[in-house]
């Protein structure tokens, strides 16, 4: 079993910056694929951005060129830079990863743009 653990979330004008992190607990493997997706009430959850542990990376179009995934295998973290943010990047992000073939999801974070 593992546990995913999401900071970072918050309130923020458009142009600004938030950094999420997620941190696993449990029963990780070395060899990952950990990410980012994101829900707004009555949609799907989408794709935000993905990231191996050997450091391959997979991003939404929507957030090319303002996002940035990254991890640190020395502690098994991911995080996600957000710049240039957007009143539509509002939503619940959620933490997701795969370790030994199964996926796990976070508790979610709430990230709010706005003036």
């Known amino acids: 079993q593992v546990e995913l653990a999401e900071s970072g979330g918050g309130l923020v004008q458009p142009g600004g910056s938030l950094r999420l992190s997620c941190t696993p607990s449990g029963n990780i493997s070395s060899r990952y694929i950990m990410g980012w997706y994101r829900q707004v009430p009555g949609k799907q959850r989408d794709l935000v951005a993905l990231?191996?542990?050997?450091?391959?990376?997979q991003y939404s179009e929507s957030v090319k060129g303002r996002f940035t995934i990254s991890r640190d295998n020395t502690k098994i973290m991911v995080y996600l830079q957000m710049n240039s943010l957007q009143p539509e990047d509002t939503a619940v992000y959620y933490c997701?990863?795969?370790?030994?073939?199964?996926?796990?999801w976070g508790q979610g974070t709430q990230v709010t743009v706005s003036s």
């Open positions: 997701s990863g795969i370790f030994s073939g199964t996926e796990y």
């Open positions: 990231i191996s542990s050997g450091g391959i990376t």
